[in-house]
Protein backbone atom coordinates (compact mmCIF):
# COMPACT_ATOMS: atom_id res chain seq x y z
CA UNK A 1 0.00 0.00 0.00
CA UNK A 2 3.08 2.40 0.25
CA UNK A 3 3.28 2.69 -3.11
CA UNK A 4 -0.23 3.54 -3.99
CA UNK A 5 -1.36 7.13 -4.49
CA UNK A 6 -5.18 8.71 -4.89
CA UNK A 7 -5.66 11.61 -5.80
CA UNK A 8 -7.75 13.82 -8.15
CA UNK A 9 -7.71 17.60 -10.05
CA UNK A 10 -9.51 20.82 -9.02
CA UNK A 11 -9.68 23.86 -10.74
CA UNK A 12 -12.54 26.30 -11.67
CA UNK A 13 -13.48 25.53 -15.52
CA UNK A 14 -11.09 25.49 -18.42
CA UNK A 15 -8.00 25.62 -16.31
CA UNK A 16 -6.57 23.21 -17.37
CA UNK A 17 -7.39 19.76 -15.42
CA UNK A 18 -8.06 17.50 -18.76
CA UNK A 19 -5.01 19.14 -20.30
CA UNK A 20 -2.62 18.02 -17.84
CA UNK A 21 -4.87 14.47 -17.13
CA UNK A 22 -3.98 13.78 -20.45
CA UNK A 23 0.21 14.76 -20.33
CA UNK A 24 0.18 12.46 -16.99
CA UNK A 25 -1.00 9.94 -18.97
CA UNK A 26 1.49 10.28 -21.96
CA UNK A 27 4.44 10.71 -19.00
CA UNK A 28 3.29 7.02 -17.20
CA UNK A 29 2.81 5.68 -20.57
CA UNK A 30 -0.67 4.94 -20.02
CA UNK A 31 -2.01 5.86 -23.23
CA UNK A 32 0.88 5.94 -25.92
CA UNK A 33 1.77 9.28 -27.47
CA UNK A 34 0.28 7.70 -31.03
CA UNK A 35 -3.59 7.04 -29.56
CA UNK A 36 -3.69 10.51 -28.17
CA UNK A 37 -6.57 12.58 -28.49
CA UNK A 38 -7.00 15.55 -26.86
CA UNK A 39 -9.00 15.30 -23.40
CA UNK A 40 -8.76 11.51 -23.26
CA UNK A 41 -10.85 11.30 -20.17
CA UNK A 42 -13.50 13.45 -21.51
CA UNK A 43 -15.13 10.21 -23.66
CA UNK A 44 -18.93 12.19 -24.68
CA UNK A 45 -19.01 13.83 -27.70
CA UNK A 46 -20.74 16.80 -25.39
CA UNK A 47 -17.98 17.07 -23.66
CA UNK A 48 -15.93 17.35 -26.48
CA UNK A 49 -18.00 20.03 -27.77
CA UNK A 50 -18.17 22.08 -24.85
CA UNK A 51 -14.45 21.33 -23.31
CA UNK A 52 -15.88 20.78 -20.28
CA UNK A 53 -15.80 17.57 -18.15
CA UNK A 54 -19.32 16.42 -17.61
CA UNK A 55 -18.39 12.89 -16.03
CA UNK A 56 -15.95 12.09 -13.18
CA UNK A 57 -13.94 9.21 -14.65
CA UNK A 58 -11.31 7.55 -12.94
CA UNK A 59 -7.91 5.90 -14.52
CA UNK A 60 -4.65 3.78 -13.28
CA UNK A 61 -0.64 5.03 -14.15
CA UNK A 62 2.15 3.22 -13.14
CA UNK A 63 5.39 5.53 -12.92
CA UNK A 64 8.77 4.20 -12.12
CA UNK A 65 10.12 6.88 -10.24
CA UNK A 66 13.67 7.96 -10.54
CA UNK A 67 14.98 5.55 -6.97
CA UNK A 68 13.85 2.28 -8.84
CA UNK A 69 10.52 2.08 -7.01
CA UNK A 70 6.85 1.53 -9.42
CA UNK A 71 4.07 3.45 -8.20
CA UNK A 72 0.90 3.13 -8.72
CA UNK A 73 -1.09 6.20 -8.96
CA UNK A 74 -5.25 6.59 -9.09
CA UNK A 75 -5.92 9.80 -10.80
CA UNK A 76 -9.98 10.55 -10.36
CA UNK A 77 -10.94 13.57 -13.42
CA UNK A 78 -13.41 16.01 -12.02
CA UNK A 79 -15.61 18.32 -13.46
CA UNK A 80 -15.17 22.28 -12.71
CA UNK A 81 -18.50 23.52 -13.70
CA UNK A 82 -20.63 25.02 -10.79
CA UNK A 83 -23.22 22.73 -11.88
CA UNK A 84 -21.69 19.61 -11.10
CA UNK A 85 -19.78 20.30 -8.03
CA UNK A 86 -22.26 16.80 -6.38
CA UNK A 87 -19.30 14.90 -9.09
CA UNK A 88 -16.48 16.49 -7.53
CA UNK A 89 -17.88 16.26 -3.52
CA UNK A 90 -17.79 12.28 -4.27
CA UNK A 91 -14.43 12.32 -6.12
CA UNK A 92 -12.75 13.57 -3.23
CA UNK A 93 -13.85 11.03 -1.04
CA UNK A 94 -12.08 8.96 -2.35
CA UNK A 95 -8.85 10.48 -2.72
CA UNK A 96 -5.84 11.27 0.13
CA UNK A 97 -4.78 14.09 -2.05
CA UNK A 98 -5.59 17.05 -4.47
CA UNK A 99 -3.89 19.20 -7.09
CA UNK A 100 -5.06 22.55 -7.10
CA UNK A 101 -4.55 23.84 -10.92
CA UNK A 102 -4.56 27.98 -10.98
CA UNK A 103 -4.73 29.53 -14.65
CA UNK A 104 -1.58 31.83 -14.52
CA UNK A 105 -3.12 34.28 -17.04
CA UNK A 106 -6.97 34.06 -15.42
CA UNK A 107 -5.61 33.56 -11.39
CA UNK A 108 -8.21 32.14 -8.67
CA UNK A 109 -11.92 32.26 -9.95
CA UNK A 110 -14.26 31.30 -8.01
CA UNK A 111 -15.15 27.85 -8.55
CA UNK A 112 -11.18 27.76 -7.54
CA UNK A 113 -12.21 29.11 -4.22
CA UNK A 114 -15.47 26.82 -3.63
CA UNK A 115 -13.34 23.51 -4.60
CA UNK A 116 -10.76 24.18 -2.76
CA UNK A 117 -12.40 24.28 0.00
CA UNK A 118 -14.09 21.26 -0.52
CA UNK A 119 -10.74 19.34 -0.50
CA UNK A 120 -9.67 21.30 2.73
CA UNK A 121 -13.12 19.74 4.41
CA UNK A 122 -12.63 16.47 3.19
CA UNK A 123 -8.76 16.68 4.95
CA UNK A 124 -6.98 16.23 1.66
CA UNK A 125 -3.12 17.43 1.21
CA UNK A 126 -3.40 20.18 -1.57
CA UNK A 127 -0.47 20.03 -4.51
CA UNK A 128 -0.84 23.59 -5.82
CA UNK A 129 0.14 24.38 -9.50
CA UNK A 130 0.44 26.93 -12.05
CA UNK A 131 -0.64 26.04 -15.48
CA UNK A 132 -0.13 27.64 -18.51
CA UNK A 133 2.57 29.57 -18.43
CA UNK A 134 3.38 29.54 -21.97
CA UNK A 135 0.88 31.97 -22.63
CA UNK A 136 1.89 35.94 -23.28
CA UNK A 137 0.00 37.12 -21.06
CA UNK A 138 0.99 34.77 -17.65
CA UNK A 139 1.38 36.22 -14.92
CA UNK A 140 2.50 33.33 -12.53
CA UNK A 141 4.68 35.92 -9.76
CA UNK A 142 1.47 37.36 -8.76
CA UNK A 143 -0.79 33.88 -9.08
CA UNK A 144 1.99 32.66 -7.07
CA UNK A 145 1.86 35.02 -4.10
CA UNK A 146 -2.55 34.97 -4.39
CA UNK A 147 -1.84 31.24 -3.87
CA UNK A 148 1.15 31.22 -0.94
CA UNK A 149 -1.67 34.61 0.64
CA UNK A 150 -4.93 32.09 0.55
CA UNK A 151 -2.84 28.29 1.40
CA UNK A 152 0.11 29.77 3.17
CA UNK A 153 2.53 27.76 1.47
CA UNK A 154 5.77 29.36 0.16
CA UNK A 155 5.17 31.10 -3.52
CA UNK A 156 8.74 29.83 -4.51
CA UNK A 157 7.42 26.26 -3.91
CA UNK A 158 5.03 26.28 -6.09
CA UNK A 159 5.25 24.20 -9.36
CA UNK A 160 4.66 26.17 -12.74
CA UNK A 161 3.97 24.09 -15.44
CA UNK A 162 2.37 24.22 -19.15
CA UNK A 163 0.28 21.19 -19.82
CA UNK A 164 -0.32 21.75 -23.48
CA UNK A 165 3.67 21.85 -23.66
CA UNK A 166 4.36 19.55 -21.15
CA UNK A 167 6.95 21.89 -19.40
CA UNK A 168 7.93 20.73 -16.11
CA UNK A 169 4.87 18.26 -16.01
CA UNK A 170 7.69 15.51 -14.86
CA UNK A 171 7.83 17.44 -11.79
CA UNK A 172 3.94 17.08 -10.90
CA UNK A 173 4.78 13.02 -10.63
CA UNK A 174 7.57 13.86 -8.07
CA UNK A 175 5.82 15.92 -5.96
CA UNK A 176 2.81 13.47 -6.16
CA UNK A 177 4.97 10.76 -4.34
CA UNK A 178 6.52 12.95 -2.23
CA UNK A 179 3.83 15.07 -0.97
CA UNK A 180 0.24 13.20 -0.93
CA UNK A 181 0.28 10.15 1.56
CA UNK A 182 -0.55 6.76 0.87
CA UNK A 183 -3.91 5.32 1.31
CA UNK A 184 -4.64 3.90 4.63
CA UNK A 185 -6.95 0.60 5.10
CA UNK A 186 -6.66 -2.47 6.51
CA UNK A 187 -6.17 -5.48 4.06
CA UNK A 188 -7.34 -8.16 6.54
CA UNK A 189 -10.80 -6.87 7.93
CA UNK A 190 -13.92 -7.18 6.22
CA UNK A 191 -14.85 -5.57 3.08
CA UNK A 192 -15.79 -2.14 2.77
CA UNK A 193 -15.38 -0.29 -0.72
CA UNK A 194 -17.23 2.83 -1.48
CA UNK A 195 -19.37 3.75 -4.53
CA UNK A 196 -18.19 6.67 -6.11
CA UNK A 197 -19.81 7.00 -9.75
CA UNK A 198 -21.60 4.31 -11.62
CA UNK A 199 -22.43 4.25 -15.29
CA UNK A 200 -24.67 1.36 -17.40
CA UNK A 201 -23.40 -0.65 -19.57
CA UNK A 202 -25.94 -2.98 -22.04
CA UNK A 203 -23.83 -5.71 -21.57
CA UNK A 204 -22.51 -6.20 -17.91
CA UNK A 205 -25.42 -3.83 -16.16
CA UNK A 206 -24.34 -1.44 -13.94
CA UNK A 207 -20.92 -0.87 -13.52
CA UNK A 208 -19.66 1.14 -10.19
CA UNK A 209 -16.80 2.71 -9.53
CA UNK A 210 -15.12 1.92 -6.35
CA UNK A 211 -12.49 2.76 -4.04
CA UNK A 212 -11.64 0.03 -1.89
CA UNK A 213 -10.91 0.95 1.99
CA UNK A 214 -10.95 -1.71 3.68
CA UNK A 215 -10.11 -5.79 3.04
CA UNK A 216 -10.23 -7.37 -0.07
CA UNK A 217 -12.84 -8.15 -3.00
CA UNK A 218 -12.07 -11.04 -5.83
CA UNK A 219 -14.17 -11.75 -9.17
CA UNK A 220 -15.43 -14.86 -6.94
CA UNK A 221 -16.86 -13.24 -3.92
CA UNK A 222 -20.57 -12.71 -3.19
CA UNK A 223 -21.10 -9.17 -2.72
CA UNK A 224 -23.51 -7.13 -1.19
CA UNK A 225 -25.03 -3.21 -1.35
CA UNK A 226 -25.17 -2.34 2.37
CA UNK A 227 -28.32 0.60 1.89
CA UNK A 228 -30.10 -1.53 -0.49
CA UNK A 229 -29.51 -5.25 1.09
CA UNK A 230 -29.19 -6.15 -2.84
CA UNK A 231 -26.63 -9.10 -2.85
CA UNK A 232 -25.42 -10.75 -6.07
CA UNK A 233 -21.98 -11.88 -7.70
CA UNK A 234 -19.62 -9.46 -9.61
CA UNK A 235 -19.86 -10.46 -13.76
CA UNK A 236 -16.42 -8.81 -13.44
CA UNK A 237 -13.76 -6.99 -11.58
CA UNK A 238 -11.08 -4.53 -13.06
CA UNK A 239 -9.45 -1.11 -13.13
CA UNK A 240 -9.46 1.75 -15.68
CA UNK A 241 -6.33 2.18 -17.81
CA UNK A 242 -8.49 4.23 -19.19
CA UNK A 243 -9.87 1.67 -21.02
CA UNK A 244 -11.80 -1.25 -18.50
CA UNK A 245 -9.30 -4.04 -17.91
CA UNK A 246 -10.21 -6.97 -16.20
CA UNK A 247 -8.02 -7.78 -13.06
CA UNK A 248 -8.30 -11.00 -10.78
CA UNK A 249 -8.74 -8.79 -7.40
CA UNK A 250 -8.86 -5.64 -5.72
CA UNK A 251 -7.41 -4.83 -2.08
CA UNK A 252 -7.46 -2.08 0.50
CA UNK A 253 -6.37 1.58 -1.03
CA UNK A 254 -7.29 0.57 -4.92
CA UNK A 255 -9.76 2.16 -6.97
CA UNK A 256 -11.01 0.48 -9.53
CA UNK A 257 -15.12 -1.08 -10.63
CA UNK A 258 -17.16 -3.87 -10.15
CA UNK A 259 -19.02 -4.67 -13.32
CA UNK A 260 -22.52 -6.07 -11.03
CA UNK A 261 -24.66 -7.19 -13.83
CA UNK A 262 -27.67 -5.64 -12.20
CA UNK A 263 -30.53 -4.15 -14.27
CA UNK A 264 -31.57 -0.86 -12.23
CA UNK A 265 -29.16 1.85 -10.74
CA UNK A 266 -31.42 1.76 -7.76
CA UNK A 267 -30.11 -1.37 -6.54
CA UNK A 268 -26.47 0.18 -7.06
CA UNK A 269 -26.43 4.05 -5.54
CA UNK A 270 -23.71 6.26 -5.72
CA UNK A 271 -22.45 6.52 -2.43
CA UNK A 272 -23.05 3.14 -1.05
CA UNK A 273 -20.82 0.94 0.59
CA UNK A 274 -20.10 -2.86 -1.13
CA UNK A 275 -19.57 -5.71 1.39
CA UNK A 276 -18.89 -9.34 1.58
CA UNK A 277 -22.32 -11.43 1.77
CA UNK A 278 -20.64 -13.46 3.63
CA UNK A 279 -18.44 -12.00 5.88
CA UNK A 280 -19.89 -8.29 5.90
CA UNK A 281 -18.39 -5.34 7.97
CA UNK A 282 -20.00 -3.91 11.08
CA UNK A 283 -21.23 -0.35 9.28
CA UNK A 284 -21.64 1.27 5.99
CA UNK A 285 -18.60 3.79 5.14
CA UNK A 286 -19.91 7.41 5.65
CA UNK A 287 -22.06 8.21 2.76
CA UNK A 288 -22.72 11.77 1.02
CA UNK A 289 -25.14 14.29 1.23
CA UNK A 290 -27.46 13.57 -1.48
CA UNK A 291 -27.75 16.36 -4.07
CA UNK A 292 -31.14 18.53 -3.88
CA UNK A 293 -32.62 19.59 -7.70
CA UNK A 294 -32.47 23.42 -7.75
CA UNK A 295 -34.51 24.03 -10.91
CA UNK A 296 -37.81 21.86 -12.01
CA UNK A 297 -38.61 21.91 -15.75
CA UNK A 298 -41.38 19.75 -17.38
CA UNK A 299 -40.29 17.73 -20.41
CA UNK A 300 -43.01 16.57 -22.79
CA UNK A 301 -42.17 14.81 -25.94
CA UNK A 302 -43.21 16.67 -29.33
CA UNK A 303 -45.12 13.62 -30.22
CA UNK A 304 -47.63 11.49 -27.70
CA UNK A 305 -46.31 8.01 -28.96
CA UNK A 306 -42.74 8.72 -27.87
CA UNK A 307 -43.52 8.97 -24.61
CA UNK A 308 -42.25 5.65 -23.39
CA UNK A 309 -39.11 5.99 -25.08
CA UNK A 310 -39.29 9.33 -23.08
CA UNK A 311 -39.16 7.31 -19.81
CA UNK A 312 -36.63 4.92 -21.18
CA UNK A 313 -34.23 7.87 -22.28
CA UNK A 314 -35.08 9.47 -18.42
CA UNK A 315 -34.00 5.86 -16.43
CA UNK A 316 -31.11 5.64 -18.42
CA UNK A 317 -29.55 9.02 -17.50
CA UNK A 318 -30.43 8.60 -14.44
CA UNK A 319 -27.93 5.75 -14.28
CA UNK A 320 -24.78 7.66 -14.39
CA UNK A 321 -26.22 10.76 -13.03
CA UNK A 322 -27.80 10.88 -9.65
CA UNK A 323 -28.71 14.07 -9.37
CA UNK A 324 -31.27 14.10 -11.75
CA UNK A 325 -35.00 13.47 -10.29
CA UNK A 326 -37.85 13.15 -12.55
CA UNK A 327 -42.06 12.08 -12.14
CA UNK A 328 -44.73 11.70 -14.60
CA UNK A 329 -47.09 15.05 -15.05
CA UNK A 330 -50.16 15.71 -17.44
CA UNK A 331 -50.69 18.92 -18.83
CA UNK A 332 -53.70 19.54 -20.47
CA UNK A 333 -51.57 21.84 -23.73
CA UNK A 334 -48.95 19.57 -24.13
CA UNK A 335 -50.00 15.77 -22.63
CA UNK A 336 -48.05 13.07 -20.95
CA UNK A 337 -44.91 13.71 -19.49
CA UNK A 338 -42.30 14.43 -16.56
CA UNK A 339 -41.35 16.94 -14.13
CA UNK A 340 -37.34 16.32 -13.59
CA UNK A 341 -35.11 18.39 -11.39
CA UNK A 342 -32.12 19.39 -12.05
CA UNK A 343 -28.94 20.84 -10.27
CA UNK A 344 -29.02 24.29 -12.27
CA UNK A 345 -29.86 25.18 -15.98
CA UNK A 346 -26.25 23.97 -17.59
CA UNK A 347 -27.37 20.59 -16.05
CA UNK A 348 -30.31 21.03 -18.00
CA UNK A 349 -29.25 21.81 -21.36
CA UNK A 350 -26.90 19.28 -21.03
CA UNK A 351 -29.81 16.47 -20.26
CA UNK A 352 -31.93 18.46 -22.64
CA UNK A 353 -28.63 17.81 -25.21
CA UNK A 354 -28.31 14.42 -24.54
CA UNK A 355 -31.71 13.27 -24.65
CA UNK A 356 -31.88 14.87 -28.19
CA UNK A 357 -28.49 13.41 -29.25
CA UNK A 358 -28.24 10.34 -27.53
CA UNK A 359 -31.79 8.85 -27.83
CA UNK A 360 -32.97 11.20 -30.94
CA UNK A 361 -36.15 11.87 -29.26
CA UNK A 362 -37.77 15.65 -29.94
CA UNK A 363 -39.13 16.76 -26.63
CA UNK A 364 -40.24 19.95 -25.51
CA UNK A 365 -39.41 21.79 -22.10
CA UNK A 366 -41.69 24.24 -20.26
CA UNK A 367 -40.07 27.40 -18.68
CA UNK A 368 -37.97 26.17 -15.64
CA UNK A 369 -39.72 27.12 -12.30
CA UNK A 370 -37.60 26.91 -8.87
CA UNK A 371 -39.68 24.63 -5.64
CA UNK A 372 -41.58 27.21 -3.11
CA UNK A 373 -42.53 26.50 0.51
CA UNK A 374 -46.07 27.24 0.96
CA UNK A 375 -47.61 27.44 4.71
CA UNK A 376 -51.71 26.55 4.09
CA UNK A 377 -54.24 28.34 7.02
CA UNK A 378 -54.17 24.94 8.70
CA UNK A 379 -50.52 25.11 9.46
CA UNK A 380 -49.44 22.82 7.60
CA UNK A 381 -46.53 23.21 4.82
CA UNK A 382 -46.37 21.87 1.27
CA UNK A 383 -43.31 22.17 -1.38
CA UNK A 384 -44.49 23.30 -5.02
CA UNK A 385 -42.22 22.92 -7.90
CA UNK A 386 -44.80 23.71 -10.16
CA UNK A 387 -46.86 26.65 -10.72
CA UNK A 388 -50.09 24.43 -11.45
CA UNK A 389 -49.80 23.02 -8.32
CA UNK A 390 -50.39 25.98 -6.23
CA UNK A 391 -53.24 26.36 -3.79
CA UNK A 392 -56.53 28.52 -4.26
CA UNK A 393 -55.22 31.78 -3.13
CA UNK A 394 -57.73 31.67 -0.22
CA UNK A 395 -55.98 28.99 1.54
CA UNK A 396 -52.97 30.50 1.70
CA UNK A 397 -50.79 32.10 4.60
CA UNK A 398 -47.52 32.43 2.79
CA UNK A 399 -45.21 31.78 0.26
CA UNK A 400 -41.74 31.71 0.56
CA UNK A 401 -38.93 31.16 -1.94
CA UNK A 402 -35.48 29.78 -1.94
CA UNK A 403 -32.82 32.36 -1.53
CA UNK A 404 -29.25 31.71 -2.28
CA UNK A 405 -26.27 32.78 -0.82
CA UNK A 406 -23.89 33.93 -4.15
CA UNK A 407 -20.00 34.79 -4.49
CA UNK A 408 -18.98 36.63 -7.52
CA UNK A 409 -15.25 37.41 -8.35
CA UNK A 410 -14.01 39.89 -10.56
CA UNK A 411 -11.86 42.36 -12.08
CA UNK A 412 -12.27 45.71 -9.48
CA UNK A 413 -13.36 47.98 -12.71
CA UNK A 414 -16.37 45.76 -12.87
CA UNK A 415 -18.13 46.86 -9.25
CA UNK A 416 -20.92 49.11 -10.58
CA UNK A 417 -22.12 46.80 -13.50
CA UNK A 418 -22.35 44.06 -11.10
CA UNK A 419 -23.88 46.09 -8.20
CA UNK A 420 -26.55 46.90 -10.72
CA UNK A 421 -27.35 43.74 -12.36
CA UNK A 422 -27.56 41.76 -8.57
CA UNK A 423 -29.62 45.01 -6.77
CA UNK A 424 -32.35 44.77 -10.21
CA UNK A 425 -33.03 41.37 -10.08
CA UNK A 426 -33.99 41.71 -5.51
CA UNK A 427 -30.03 40.83 -4.75
CA UNK A 428 -29.24 42.27 -0.95
CA UNK A 429 -25.38 43.36 -0.98
CA UNK A 430 -23.78 41.48 2.19
CA UNK A 431 -20.17 42.69 1.70
CA UNK A 432 -16.83 42.31 0.05
CA UNK A 433 -13.35 41.01 0.36
CA UNK A 434 -9.92 41.41 -1.94
CA UNK A 435 -8.61 38.29 -2.11
CA UNK A 436 -6.00 39.51 -4.75
CA UNK A 437 -5.01 43.13 -5.87
CA UNK A 438 -6.89 43.94 -8.52
CA UNK A 439 -10.09 41.76 -7.92
CA UNK A 440 -12.99 41.79 -5.73
CA UNK A 441 -15.16 39.01 -3.87
CA UNK A 442 -18.50 40.41 -3.70
CA UNK A 443 -21.25 38.49 -1.59
CA UNK A 444 -25.08 38.77 -2.13
CA UNK A 445 -28.44 37.12 -1.27
CA UNK A 446 -30.47 36.93 -4.34
CA UNK A 447 -33.80 34.24 -4.87
CA UNK A 448 -32.77 31.52 -6.65
CA UNK A 449 -35.69 32.41 -9.47
CA UNK A 450 -33.94 35.19 -10.53
CA UNK A 451 -30.61 34.12 -11.42
CA UNK A 452 -32.08 30.55 -12.69
CA UNK A 453 -32.93 31.57 -16.23
CA UNK A 454 -29.53 33.75 -17.70
CA UNK A 455 -28.18 35.41 -15.03
CA UNK A 456 -25.06 34.15 -15.50
CA UNK A 457 -24.84 35.00 -19.33
CA UNK A 458 -25.91 38.22 -18.17
CA UNK A 459 -22.48 38.63 -15.80
CA UNK A 460 -20.53 37.47 -18.68
CA UNK A 461 -21.58 39.52 -20.98
CA UNK A 462 -21.72 42.96 -18.72
CA UNK A 463 -17.88 41.96 -17.22
CA UNK A 464 -16.76 40.99 -20.63
CA UNK A 465 -16.38 37.51 -19.34
CA UNK A 466 -13.77 37.83 -16.52
CA UNK A 467 -16.78 37.53 -13.70
CA UNK A 468 -16.94 34.21 -11.98
CA UNK A 469 -19.96 32.96 -9.67
CA UNK A 470 -20.64 30.28 -7.04
CA UNK A 471 -23.65 30.02 -5.27
CA UNK A 472 -25.25 28.00 -2.09
CA UNK A 473 -28.41 27.28 -1.03
CA UNK A 474 -29.54 29.54 1.80
CA UNK A 475 -32.97 29.19 3.12
CA UNK A 476 -36.00 30.06 2.11
CA UNK A 477 -38.10 33.17 2.62
CA UNK A 478 -41.70 34.65 2.57
CA UNK A 479 -42.12 36.77 -0.38
CA UNK A 480 -45.37 38.72 -1.63
CA UNK A 481 -45.67 35.99 -4.60
CA UNK A 482 -48.91 35.24 -6.29
CA UNK A 483 -49.30 32.74 -9.37
CA UNK A 484 -49.55 34.85 -13.12
CA UNK A 485 -52.42 32.37 -15.02
CA UNK A 486 -52.59 32.73 -19.13
CA UNK A 487 -56.31 32.05 -20.42
CA UNK A 488 -57.29 31.70 -23.87
CA UNK A 489 -60.59 31.59 -24.68
CA UNK A 490 -61.53 31.59 -21.28
CA UNK A 491 -59.39 28.48 -20.60
CA UNK A 492 -55.91 28.70 -18.24
CA UNK A 493 -53.27 26.78 -20.40
CA UNK A 494 -51.46 25.50 -17.68
CA UNK A 495 -47.89 25.36 -19.06
CA UNK A 496 -47.84 29.13 -19.35
CA UNK A 497 -48.59 29.60 -15.34
CA UNK A 498 -45.80 31.11 -13.40
CA UNK A 499 -45.39 31.99 -10.24
CA UNK A 500 -44.10 36.24 -9.84
CA UNK A 501 -43.46 38.87 -7.56
CA UNK A 502 -46.50 41.00 -6.81
CA UNK A 503 -44.74 43.99 -8.06
CA UNK A 504 -43.77 42.63 -11.00
CA UNK A 505 -47.35 40.66 -12.42
CA UNK A 506 -48.56 43.56 -14.46
CA UNK A 507 -45.19 44.45 -16.35
CA UNK A 508 -44.83 40.56 -17.13
CA UNK A 509 -48.78 39.75 -17.79
CA UNK A 510 -48.70 42.60 -19.96
CA UNK A 511 -45.59 41.67 -21.69
CA UNK A 512 -46.69 37.79 -22.06
CA UNK A 513 -49.71 38.97 -23.45
CA UNK A 514 -48.11 41.65 -26.25
CA UNK A 515 -45.95 38.71 -27.44
CA UNK A 516 -48.47 35.89 -27.70
CA UNK A 517 -50.51 37.94 -29.55
CA UNK A 518 -47.36 37.53 -32.07
CA UNK A 519 -47.12 33.94 -31.77
CA UNK A 520 -51.09 32.44 -31.72
CA UNK A 521 -52.32 32.11 -35.35
CA UNK A 522 -55.32 33.84 -36.56
CA UNK A 523 -58.34 31.25 -36.37
CA UNK A 524 -61.66 31.69 -38.25
CA UNK A 525 -63.14 33.11 -35.33
CA UNK A 526 -61.73 36.19 -32.14
CA UNK A 527 -59.06 34.58 -29.73
CA UNK A 528 -59.28 36.29 -26.36
CA UNK A 529 -55.72 35.88 -24.75
CA UNK A 530 -55.76 37.09 -21.05
CA UNK A 531 -53.09 37.43 -17.69
CA UNK A 532 -55.11 36.95 -14.95
CA UNK A 533 -53.23 37.32 -11.07
CA UNK A 534 -54.47 37.98 -7.38
CA UNK A 535 -58.19 36.84 -8.76
CA UNK A 536 -58.66 39.46 -11.37
CA UNK A 537 -57.64 40.24 -14.78
CA UNK A 538 -54.78 42.32 -15.42
CA UNK A 539 -54.01 42.49 -19.02
CA UNK A 540 -55.94 41.40 -22.41
CA UNK A 541 -55.56 41.22 -26.17
CA UNK A 542 -57.37 39.67 -28.90
CA UNK A 543 -55.95 37.93 -32.01
CA UNK A 544 -58.42 39.33 -34.74
CA UNK A 545 -60.22 36.72 -36.91
CA UNK A 546 -59.55 35.65 -40.66
CA UNK A 547 -62.47 37.50 -42.67
CA UNK A 548 -63.95 36.08 -46.16
CA UNK A 549 -65.30 38.97 -47.76
CA UNK A 550 -68.80 38.18 -48.00
CA UNK A 551 -70.18 41.62 -49.63
CA UNK A 552 -67.73 40.60 -52.89
CA UNK A 553 -70.55 40.22 -55.00
CA UNK A 554 -72.87 42.96 -53.27
CA UNK A 555 -71.86 46.22 -55.14
CA UNK A 556 -74.37 48.95 -54.98
CA UNK A 557 -77.77 48.03 -53.92
CA UNK A 558 -79.77 47.78 -50.20
CA UNK A 559 -77.40 48.33 -47.09
CA UNK A 560 -79.80 45.91 -45.66
CA UNK A 561 -78.96 43.15 -48.07
CA UNK A 562 -75.25 44.02 -46.63
CA UNK A 563 -76.18 44.09 -42.99
CA UNK A 564 -78.20 41.07 -43.57
CA UNK A 565 -74.95 38.96 -45.00
CA UNK A 566 -72.71 40.53 -42.05
CA UNK A 567 -75.07 38.93 -39.20
CA UNK A 568 -74.97 35.80 -41.35
CA UNK A 569 -71.54 35.40 -40.66
CA UNK A 570 -71.20 36.61 -37.47
CA UNK A 571 -73.58 34.41 -36.41
CA UNK A 572 -71.51 31.39 -37.62
CA UNK A 573 -68.38 32.96 -36.14
CA UNK A 574 -70.34 33.04 -32.66
CA UNK A 575 -71.02 29.12 -32.80
CA UNK A 576 -67.38 28.50 -34.10
CA UNK A 577 -65.97 30.14 -30.84
CA UNK A 578 -67.70 27.74 -29.07
CA UNK A 579 -66.56 24.42 -30.17
CA UNK A 580 -63.14 25.60 -32.12
CA UNK A 581 -60.18 24.95 -29.80
CA UNK A 582 -56.68 26.93 -30.42
CA UNK A 583 -53.39 25.00 -30.87
CA UNK A 584 -50.45 26.96 -29.14
CA UNK A 585 -47.15 26.71 -30.71
CA UNK A 586 -44.23 25.95 -29.41
CA UNK A 587 -42.99 29.12 -29.70
CA UNK A 588 -45.26 30.22 -27.18
CA UNK A 589 -43.54 28.41 -24.39
CA UNK A 590 -40.32 29.61 -25.55
CA UNK A 591 -41.30 33.17 -25.72
CA UNK A 592 -41.57 32.89 -21.92
CA UNK A 593 -38.19 32.26 -21.43
CA UNK A 594 -37.16 34.81 -23.40
CA UNK A 595 -39.28 37.68 -21.77
CA UNK A 596 -36.39 37.67 -18.90
CA UNK A 597 -34.04 38.81 -21.77
CA UNK A 598 -35.21 41.41 -23.33
Same mark, same amino acid.
Given at each position: ??????????????????????????????????????????????????????????????????????????????????????????????????????????????????????????????????????????????????????????????????????????????????????????????????????????????????????????????????????????????????????????????????????????????????????????????????????????????????????????????????????????????????????????????????????????????????????????????????????????????????????? /? %? *?????????? @???? $??? #?????????????????????????????????????????????????????????????????????????????????????????????????????????????? /? %? *?????????? @???? $??? #???????????????????????????????????????????
Amino acid at each position: MNHIRNFCIIAHVDHGKSTLADRLLHLTGAVPERDTTEQILDSMDLEREKGVTIKASAVRMNYLAPDGQTYELNLIDTPGHVDFGYEVSRALAACEGAILVVDATQGIEAQTLANLYQALEADLTILPVINKIDLPTARPDEVAEDISSLLGVAPESILRISAKEGTNVEAVLQAIIEQFPPPKGDPEAPLRALVFDSHYDSYKGVVTYVRVMDGRLSVNDDIRMMSTGVAVKPVEVGVFTPTMKPVEALSAGEVGYIATGLKSVHDARVGDTITNALRPAAEPLPGYRHPKPMVFAGIYPSEADDYPDLREALEKLQLNDASLTFEPETSQALGYGFRAGFLGLFHMEIIQERIEREYDLDVVFTAPTVAYEVLLRDGTTRIVDTPADLPDEGEIEEIREPWMNIE /I %I *SPTEFYGPIM @DLVT $KRR #GIFKGSQYPAPHRVQLNFEIPLSEIIVDFFDELKSRTRGYASMDYQFLEYRPEKLQKLEILVNGEPVDALATIVHSKDAYHKGQRMITKLKELIPRQLFEVAIQAASGGR /I %I *SRANVKPLRK @DVLA $KCY #GGDITRKKKLLEKQKKGKKRMKMIGNVEIPQEAFMAVLRLEEE
